[in-house]
């Protein structure tokens, strides 16, 4: 069983659940946020390990990234990650030190077999703010 709590400034790895992720591209009409959310239009190039609640796939195009304060991030990958969103599928990084940064490549692994069947770069991470729950 993967736990989140295994984090550490060398190396983790994450169950990861839902969509598939791809790079964005030029051609897409809005990027991609999360529902219930709205871009601060704030970013940061790294968030600290430890500090990482919770990595989830919300769309083909974005990760969502919940810190233990409950501050949202939301990342895109790389088209490379799209065997992500089957549920046989974790992904595992390793990190030279205790931030998980833009550029850092993420595997795709094959949970019976720990195989590795995809890799992509992950992007900047860009803040999201929660819509007030009145918001339509």
């Known amino acids: 069983m993967k736990l989140f709590a295994a984090l550490t400034a060398l190396s983790a790895s994450l169950v990861m659940t839902g ?3 791809s790079q964005s591209d ?3 009409e809005a990027p991609f946020v999360p529902e219930g959310y709205e871009l601060t239009g704030e970013t940061r190039s790294c968030l600290s390990l430890t500090r990482i609640d919770s990595i ?3 769309d083909e195009n974005a990760w ?3 810190m233990r304060n409950r501050d949202a991030y939301v990342t ?3 088209s490379g990650c799209r065997s992500a969103a089957r549920s046989f599928t974790y992904i595992s990084y390793s990190v030279p030190g205790s931030q998980l940064c833009r550029g850092e490549i993420v595997r795709v692994m094959d949970q019976g077999t720990t ?3 995809g890799s992509c770069g992950i992007g900047e991470f860009e803040e999201l703010s929660p ?3 009145d918001a339509s």
């Open 76 to 78: 895109r990958v790389g």
């Open 26 to 28: 030029d051609t897409d």
């Open 19 to 21: 969509a598939a992720l």
């Open 131 to 133: 819509l007030p729950e």
């Open 64 to 66: 969502l990234v919940t």
């Open 56 to 58: 989830d796939t919300v």
């Open 115 to 117: 195989t590795v069947v």
